[in-house]
């Protein structure tokens, strides 16, 4: 079955870095067709986005909240994509989440393909 698994999680200072890995496995189609994307959930808050990238990788949006901190990147090869993020701030704590979908993925979108979760959480 499709598993997006997620990992690189942890507990980091402010102003610190923090790089997440997400493994896709079990797609219908070949990885390189999908857009992939971040989404984070803070607790007690709606889940939100945070960053997209296209199938080639070519293009990347942020969300304004981590533009110029966070880099979204691809490995189409190893069937993976990243989130390096930087200069981390404790409003970043939350739960991040991988997600796949073979339509361009809105911020305010729906993907339909989730993975489970890692918690990153910043300490001030």
């Not at 997400?22 to 797609?27: P, V």
């Amino acid at each position: 079955q499709v598993q997006l698994v997620e990992s690189g999680g942890g507990l980091v200072q402010a102003g610190g870095s923090l790089g997440l890995s997400c493994a896709a496995s079990g797609l219908t189609f070949t990885f390189s067709y999908y857009y992939m994307a971040w989404f984070r959930q803070a607790p007690g808050k709606e889940r939100d986005f945070v960053a997209r990238i296209s199938p080639s990788g070519g293009t990347t949006y942020y969300a304004d909240s981590v533009k110029g901190r966070f880099t979204i990147s691809r490995d189409n090869a190893k069937n993976t994509v990243s989130l390096q993020m930087n200069s981390l701030k404790p409003e970043d704590t939350a739960v991040y989440y991988c997600a796949a979908d073979l339509r361009r993925i809105a911020a305010s979108g729906s993907p339909n393909t989730w993975g489970q979760g890692t918690q990153v959480t910043v300490s001030s």
